[in-house]
């Protein structure tokens, strides 16, 4: 599901349009599309990734403002008690942002900003991006031998003294 602003989004920092992107889907839903099969909880999903996900969107979750299909899906992932992963990358955080993360974590939502891992010593925009893909796939037990896992600092502490 790509919203309106995400169409614009992805125009802007991929050129690419919503057609080619949806072609990249095994199901495509549009956003306004409100009687799709994921507004309902009868229907079987593992859950959901919002990615990126806007304050707004995120606002929408929040309170339950079910008034696209994307926050509708996501409010039946919530009331499913599924697994529900929102990647904001809004900075700074002004206190509604953050109120509203403290409220999608209490009702079992996972806040994953998608914060560059430089542990994983990337070395392009891919490699970040992959890895946050990585992360979240792995919040929903599909792993993939390609994310580069933290191993353990080489050495004792008195090396690094
Ligand atoms: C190119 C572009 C980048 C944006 N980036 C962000 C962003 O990182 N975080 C955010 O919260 N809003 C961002 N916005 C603003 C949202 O797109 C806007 O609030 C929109 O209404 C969100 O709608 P949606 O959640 O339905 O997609 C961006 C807008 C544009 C056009």
């Known amino acids: 599901m790509l919203s309106d602003a995400g169409v614009l989004n992805a125009w802007h920092e991929l050129k ?13 839903y549009h956003p306004k599309d409100i009687a799709a099969a994921i507004a309902s909880g009868s229907f079987r999903t593992e859950g959901m990734v919002i ?3 806007s304050m707004k969107t995120l606002a929408a979750v929040a309170h339950a403002h079910a008034d696209d299909l994307v926050s509708r899906a996501a409010d039946v992932v919530l009331k499913e008690r599924r697994r ?16 509203n ?11 994953f900003p998608p914060v560059p891992a430089f542990y994983a010593a990337p070395k392009s925009l891919d490699d970040l991006v992959a890895h946050s893909v990585a992360r979240v796939l792995d919040l929903f037990g599909v792993h ?6 933290w191993q ?10």
């Open 101 to 111: 993360m403290v409220a999608v974590t209490e009702m079992g939502g996972i806040i």
């Open 16 to 28: 690419m349009k919503r057609k080619a992107i949806e072609a990249l889907a095994a199901h495509a």
């Open 51 to 53: 990615a990126p996900c």
């Open 144 to 149: 993939t031998a390609k994310l580069k896992r």
């Open 84 to 99: 529900l992963v929102l990647m904001p990358r809004e900075t700074p955080l002004n206190l509604a942002h953050l109120r």
């Open 152 to 161: 353990g600092l080489k050495g004792t502490p008195a090396d690094r003294d």
